[in-house]
């Protein structure tokens, strides 16, 4: 496996010493039986297998994947972290990721290029002001951090946004998360797997689950081309195909796999330094390293398995990138790609125990998945090694559709494609 | 961009329409007999398939009719589409309109 990256590394190997580069995780083939086998090696599989084996000694682990790694929703979204959540359960998860996420690269050895930048929230109206800043009390109770900014100060913050008061959406002020920003998304999906697979996790790609063998109210194996693989527990963490795999288990979920666009333009030089969002229209913009603006919006509105989208998304998105930024209006879009959302029927995901004694389920993340990954993986493996569901978890318990306790951040009811 | 063939309209853009949902399960009846696990069931829980399903579609930028669409989730090919309305009375209310 090699030992750990450095810049030392960096410059013997560029100087032609030391041989190739090792591959950063191992092919593995399958064994008969593991303790733990997680169905979807997107980031949260990956972290879940990663914590699996650091926390609580389980190396006995195996994670599979039917695409490549980083090549699902981890390789897909705009890359934001953030934890500007109202409800406290939305929220102290993301914080808690957010914690974990500072930390990261350190403690994996992969430079994750977390750049906390600051993640601003516009407000178009006083209504939609006043509704931030009861967010901003909540984050600060909760140990967070958040600011109100006025025009004057979005104005310093924010020099290239249009704060004109005769736009056709005026902007009256925002609220900030000075610790949000961005990272480098598929290097999540990469450092998890190389860590995982040096603490002992086999890592199986291009392998997707065909059905599980059950015995009882158990899963006894999981079913796959290679073969029949035997499991003391199943974790299943496959997001837009989340129903699928349910229904391969025998039973229906309280989701909708819906497509969300993102999109990013030619690279220009720097111009912003702050992940802005158009919070009313959902609209929200970065820009990378390399200078390109990574743009995303809202859901395409209607359920579907093709992970493109259409052009009146992108129209919609486009729209309010210009109205926030006039600067873009004439710059080319590079690249368009979508990614499937599992969107519940209260938007928010649904984690811990299921109708199968032993199978564990992490999904409907929908669109809000990635900055949650190093939490969801710490927590969830936590929950399959000790039994029982995580504290921070355990308010997202699927039962809590049939009880009526739900989490429902947006306010939007039981229609996941207005979520 | 899908085109949804409207039975009043004809062919129209997608973004004429609004989505209104899986149109798979039936409401439990409003007679205080339903149980709680049945009304969870009928809001909740969704087949979401990856191929052919139906649901309701609004035209409101169109006839403000509800529409009954069968469509593949897969390759967002439309397979049917019927008035809902319609649909719902059934054939022999058909005839007698």
Request: with cysteine; proline share 5%; aromatic share 8%.
């Amino acid at each position: 496996m090699g030992g750990d990256y450095s810049a030392w590394r960096l410059l013997h190997r560029g100087w032609g010493l030391g041989g190739a580069w090792k591959p950063a995780w191992s092919k593995a083939d399958p064994k008969k039986h593991y303790e733990v086998v997680i169905v979807g090696g997107g980031g949260h599989g990956l972290a879940t297998a990663y914590y699996l084996a650091k926390n609580h000694g389980l190396h006995d682990v195996l994670v599979l994947e039917a695409g490549w790694l980083g090549g699902g929703n981890t390789g897909r979204n705009t890359t934001i972290i953030r934890s500007d959540y109202f409800l406290e359960a939305s929220g102290a998860l993301k914080e808690f990721a957010l914690e974990l996420w500072e930390g990261l690269s350190q403690e994996l050895n992969y430079n994750l290029m977390v750049s906390q930048r600051g993640y601003v929230d516009l407000a178009h109206s006083d209504g939609e002001l006043e509704a931030f800043t009861l967010r901003a009390n909540a984050m600060l109770l909760r140990g967070s951090d958040a600011a109100i900014l006025d025009r004057q100060a979005l104005k310093e913050r924010v020099p290239p946004l249009n704060l004109d008061p005769k736009a056709r959406f005026p902007i009256v002020g925002a609220l900030l998360q000075e610790r949000g920003g961005t990272l480098r998304h598929d290097a999540v999906a990469w450092a998890y797997a190389r860590a995982a697979s040096r603490l002992g996790v086999d890592i199986i790609e291009q392998c997707p689950v065909t059905g599980f063998e059950q015995s009882g109210n158990r899963i006894a194996a999981v079913t796959t081309a290679p073969g029949t693989i035997g499991a003391d527990n199943v974790v299943v963490s496959v997001a837009g195909q989340s129903s699928q795999v349910a229904k391969m288990a025998g039973f229906r979920l309280p989701l909708q796999s819906i497509p969300v666009q993102a999109f990013v333009s030619e690279p220009v030089k720097p111009a912003l330094d702050v992940v802005v969002n158009f919070n009313a229209g959902l609209a929200y913009v970065g820009q990378t390293d390399k200078g390109e603006l990574v743009m995303g919006g809202a859901t395409e509105g209607y359920p579907g398995y093709r992970a493109m989208g259409g052009q009146a998304a992108i129209e919609h998105t486009a729209a309010r990138i210009i109205e926030m930024f006039p600067f873009t209006a004439k710059m080319r879009l590079m690249r368009q790609w979508g990614g499937i959302a599992d969107i519940p029927m209260d938007g928010n995901a649904i984690m811990g125990a299921t109708p199968v004694d032993n199978l564990t389920l992490n999904a409907g993340w929908g669109y809000a998945g990635f900055k949650a990954t190093p939490a969801v993986g710490w927590t969830i493996a936590q929950t399959v090694a000790q039994g029982r569901a995580h504290p921070l978890i355990a308010p997202f318990a699927l039962d809590r559709f049939e009880s009526g306790a739900l989490i429902d951040d947006a306010g939007a009811g039981p229609a996941p494609w207005l979520h | 961009m899908i085109h949804i063939p409207c039975p009043w309209c004809g062919p129209r853009d997608e973004t004429e329409f609004t989505y209104g949902g899986e149109a798979g399960d039936v409401m439990p009846a409003l007679d205080g007999q339903s149980d709680q696990v049945a009304w969870h069931a009928f809001v909740h829980l969704s087949e979401n398939p990856s191929g052919p399903v139906s649901e309701f579609w609004y035209h409101g930028g169109g006839c403000g009719r509800w529409l009954l669409v069968r469509r593949d989730t897969a390759s967002y090919e439309i397979l049917e589409v019927r008035d809902a309305v319609e649909a719902a009375r059934g054939p022999k209310d058909d005839v007698e309109r």
